[in-house]
């Protein structure tokens, strides 16, 4: 396994490419260590595959180095780069037997046959295969297809990493759990390198330890799932974790009051003295379950106007009007939900500030 | 228009597909089809539709047999999964198609394609091919061809499941909105209790070509009458712990003990299965009554801004909803808390015995 590093890469499809619109990935510098579970996590044509090509040797990037371990390898092709892939779509020999198609990547590299038997053997027993071993993989579900996919990446002793790209797509909804499971098993077990790219929030937050968010070929944030959710760097980043996303309502700074139309809103005095300096447009950022909903006025409290209540069973999600802008608030399923009319407050701890789509926050 | 289907079996190569299906669908009503994959869903759809012969029974249309009617006669609508629409005709000539054929003239035609496309905000792309739209955009199109004949039966089938969840998000809300604005029956399949619950109205839950509960869609919620509606109305699936009650407890799973009160209380002694909803589990104790469960953590499983915590109890396996992105470590022991007022009960055939008075679940979240 080893540690990954992307130096100075951009890449564009292009030949001359005049400005930062031309560029598929912006600029990405960035180190994945050793053994680290990381995910790719963007909207389609955010880049992460353009990303993950180029990790794994399919393209060479307009600018830039891949080094691993420190080696350079930016112009070299995967075969030569010990990476092992798990795609959407299991590959693996149909014909052949579970244990011959999980043996063949390293009979492939002519390994002896008695140290290809334990591989084997161990690597089924990690994937619960063992049973499975002498059955040919074309009758196999695509879950258990899957797994040999992943099983014949995991049997090569010498991989510098893992990539996975979106690789439950074909597996059915209520075995996906079962999977995710597995692989974060597999992590903590064996302490690889792995790097999921998927455009699914789900998939991602479970999976990794750390998630890249991608958007628009940059990576615009990195962190835990957690970090990601209550300190989000970017108001894409607010947007697309979490459900519904972040309310953010453009407004301006009065002292420690943010005017949003007619309407002021009490911010944390640190947050407002960061906001009072930063440049560009602001806007007030605050996660629906983090908006308290009172029935009557209470001190504090913004009236707005209900305009939709969502019952979605375990909670609902109440669409609101302040100032004739759209919030969403989210109420626990047994909180009584007021007529027409309702109170807000927004608590200043739980309350961010962001200044032409980047979070306001203390240098470093 | 009101909408009946009487006796209506399908079976197809021998394989029953539906069963004895009698749905009664009320003009102007709004009604949810909820169903795993494979429930016999579409196949109902295509029946009300016209497109398929029912293999016995009849479908009536305002009191009327139109059971042999093909789908060309009815005034129908149908949206489906996959992102229908003419790859050779712009967005514009999409939308326009189903009323070309109706030889509408061109100013009413031209007035409600761009009433509809701005409906759906779709009405800057109408010079488009579909190939150049994102997947969103392509369904809303075929919404938007559905939308506009004002047709007075309205299906639609699963028709957000191939959209990432974002767009979900935002195309589930406001199709609430334009089926409130509309006088057709709309029909809405769909495999997600959320978006069953959201869109309201009447439900018909479905498996296996059958129908197994139908009443209005947050009543059945509350009193799903069976395990099996339980577990289909429920996501994350509803938690089961067996039980066996005796003159004044409930045992339950390996050692939660449940004195009878509330409307546990005149529960006979026996066996019975226990059903808790996963945003019904806790992590911390809320009320004296709660029953304390031990186990260990097997995945946590973040969804928008949830985590699921999926655990085990002594081989018996619950998911936990925990609002918030709070991972828990796979292989940790954790207590989690449940208070007995939110207990469903199911006698030993899975029929619902007792159900959770509203209002009796523990504030606080």
């Known amino acids: ?47 992460k595959t353009t990303l993950l090509n180029i990790i794994s040797g399919l393209l060479t990037p307009s600018e830039g180095r891949v080094l ?68 040919k993989a074309a009758g196999l579900t695509a879950d258990a297809k899957q797994k040999i996919s992943l099983g014949r990446g995991l049997v090569r002793s010498d991989v510098a990493a893992i990539l996975f790209d979106e690789p439950l797509t074909v597996i059915d909804p209520h075995l996906k759990w079962h999977l995710r499971r597995k692989l974060k098993e597999i992590h903590d077990q064996l302490q690889l390198t792995l790097i999921y790219v998927t455009h699914d929030q789900v998939e991602a937050m479970t999976f990794a330890d750390k998630v890249m968010v991608m958007f628009e070929g940059e990576i615009v944030q990195v962190g835990t799932p957690e970090e990601l959710f209550e300190n989000p760097n970017h108001t894409f980043v607010g947007y697309f974790i979490g459900s519904p996303g972040m309310n953010f309502l453009p407004c301006t700074l009065v002292g420690n009051v943010a005017r949003v139309g007619g309407t002021s809103i009490i911010l944390d005095d640190e947050v407002a003295a960061l906001g009072r300096k930063a440049k560009g447009a602001l806007e007030l950022g605050i996660r629906p379950m983090y908006l308290e909903v009172h029935g009557r006025a209470v001190n504090g409290g913004i009236p707005v106007r209900i305009k939709a209540v969502e019952d979605q069973g375990t909670f609902k999600i109440l669409t609101l009007t302040l100032e004739g802008q759209v919030v969403r608030a989210r109420l626990p399923e047994d909180k009584a939900v007021p007529d027409d009319m309702a109170w807000v407050r927004f608590p200043p701890e739980r309350t961010k500030l962001f200044a032409d789509g980047r979070l306001v926050k203390r240098a470093g | 228009m009101g909408l009946v289907l009487r006796n209506v079996d399908k079976t197809v190569g021998g394989e029953t597909h539906l069963k004895a299906i009698n749905l009664n669908f009320e003009p102007g009503s709004r009604n949810v089809l909820l169903g795993r994959t494979l429930a016999g869903k579409t196949s109902l759809l295509r029946i009300m539709a016209g497109l398929d012969r029912p293999s016995r029974g009849s479908v009536l249309i305002d009191g009327r047999d139109v059971t042999g009617v093909s789908v060309r006669k009815r005034s129908v609508a149908m949206v489906y999964q996959q992102f229908i629409n003419y790859p050779s005709l712009t967005i514009y000539k999409n939308i326009a198609s189903p009323l070309k054929v109706s030889g509408m003239n061109n100013a009413e035609i031209d007035r409600r394609v761009r009433e509809t496309a701005k409906m759906l905000h779709i009405d800057d792309l109408l010079d488009r091919l579909p190939a150049e739209l994102s997947g969103g955009q392509q369904q809303r199109t075929a919404i938007a061809r559905a939308l506009v004949k004002d047709a007075q039966l309205l299906l639609l089938d699963e028709p957000l499941v191939n959209l990432d969840y974002k767009l979900r998000e935002e195309l589930r809300t406001e199709l609430q909105d334009i089926f409130q604005r509309r006088e057709a029956i709309v029909v809405y399949t769909t495999t997600e209790p959320a978006e069953a619950l959201m869109l309201g109205g009447n439900i018909v839950v479905i498996d296996e070509g059958r129908i197994l509960q139908t009443g209005p869609t947050p009543d059945v919620y509350h009193n799903p009458a069976t395990l099996k509606v339980a577990e289909v109305f429920s996501d994350p699936p509803i938690n089961y712990l067996d039980g066996r009650v005796n003159d004044r407890y409930a045992f339950l799973g390996r050692d939660i003990k449940i004195p009878l009160s509330g409307h546990l209380r005149r529960l006979a002694p026996g066996d019975y299965t226990f059903g808790i909803r996963s945003n019904h589990l806790f992590l911390f104790r809320l009320n004296a009554e709660d029953a304390e469960i031990t186990a260990e953590v097997e995945l946590s499983e973040i969804n928008g801004s949830e985590t699921f915590i999926h655990i085990n109890h002594y081989d018996t396996f619950l998911v936990v909803q925990d609002v918030g992105i709070h991972p828990r470590k796979i292989g940790s022991r954790i207590s989690v808390f449940m208070n007995p007022a939110s207990l469903f009960v199911y006698d030993s055939s899975g029929t619902l015995i007792a159900s959770p008075s509203p209002g009796s679940l523990a504030a606080g979240r």
């Open chain 1, 1 to 47: 396994m080893a540690q990954i590093e992307l130096n100075e890469i951009a890449h564009s499809y292009i030949a001359n490419p005049k400005g930062p619109a031309d560029y598929a990935l912006k600029r990405i510098h960035h180190i994945w260590e050793d053994g680290g579970a990381y995910a790719l996590l963007g909207p389609s044509g955010c880049g």
């Open chain 1, 68 to 135: 691993y371990d420190g080696w350079e390898v930016t112009g070299l092709p995967p075969e030569k780069r010990n990476i092992a892939q798990v795609f959407q779509f299991p590959v693996l020999y149909d014909t052949m037997t579970v244990y011959d198609n999980l043996a063949f990547p390293l009979r492939n590299r002519k390994i002896a046959e008695n140290e290809v038997d334990s591989r084997v053997l161990e690597v089924a027993d990690i994937l619960d295969l063992t049973p499975d071993l002498k059955k």
